[in-house]
């Protein structure tokens, strides 16, 4: 069974751009949920989509959102880009309805750096 | 707030001890811990997961132990190998069936 896989795995952009993060998750798996892990900051819950309705939201300014689509895969999108954003984004993806009732299976990440 | 916390940044042990990392949290027990393990420049990988009434659980060299007085869980690698050396990180939901928040992890390394 194919992992999590997560395009593209690195991405240099500017600031003021925007950008779309793509994530597909484990075959057979429905909820999703995205991460931002800076060496400050650690890893951060950004949100979690279930079955393409948005279940849970992290601290986070509305410049980032997101979506499922009905095949389960998942888009992250930041607008506005600022230095701060750069950071490594991180999907992960379990069977059941809420994550975190059982395994999260993490895909390899998105490496996002802003000039 | 619900915190989770991990006191050590970093830990440095000799090949063939057994390496002892803590998670405390803050608030209310949550129903479960978790703890991963993170290789540089990849995902954190799922190792353990123990429950609110599980006082151990074991995998392999691995052992959890879960403390609700103490607000504490320990993981614990026995026989280490610099294999191991890696960032572990231990996670809680928030509350009840919500997002997960991690602790800042603890880097083990092994030394031959």
């Known amino acids: 069974k194919a992992g999590v896989t997560q395009t593209p795995r690195y991405l240099i952009k500017t600031r003021g751009q925007q950008v779309t993060l793509s994530c597909s998750p484990i075959?057979?798996?429905?909820?999703v949920s995205w991460y931002q892990q800076t060496p400050g900051q650690g890893l951060q819950f950004l949100f979690e989509y279930f079955s393409e309705t948005q279940r849970n939201k992290g601290n986070f300014p509305g410049r980032f959102s997101g979506r499922q689509f009905s095949n389960s895969r998942s888009e992250m999108n930041v607008s506005t880009l600022e230095l701060g954003d750069s950071a490594l984004y991180l999907c992960?993806?379990?069977?059941?309805?809420?994550?975190?009732?059982?395994?999260?299976?993490f895909g390899p990440g998105t490496r996002l750096t802003v000039l | 707030s619900q915190k989770i916390e991990q006191n050590s940044e970093a830990l440095n042990i000799q090949e063939g001890k057994t390496a002892t990392l803590t998670c405390n949290y803050t608030n209310y027990s949550p129903a479960y811990l978790q703890w991963y393990r993170q290789d540089p420049g990849r995902g954190p990988v799922f190792l353990l997961l123990?429950?609110?009434?599980?006082k151990e659980k074991r995998k392999e060299r691995l052992k959890v132990t879960f403390d609700t007085t103490l607000k504490q869980s320990l993981f614990h690698i026995t026989a280490s190998q610099p294999a191991d050396s890696a960032t572990y990180l231990c996670?809680?939901?928030?509350?009840?069936?919500?997002?997960?928040?991690f602790g800042s992890g603890t880097r083990l390394s092994i030394r031959p």
């Open positions: 075959s057979g798996h429905r909820s």
């Open positions: 123990i429950r609110e009434n599980e």
């Open positions: 992960a993806s379990s069977l059941g309805e809420t994550t975190g009732k059982g395994e999260q299976f």
């Open positions: 996670a809680r939901p928030y509350s009840s069936a919500s997002k997960i928040i």
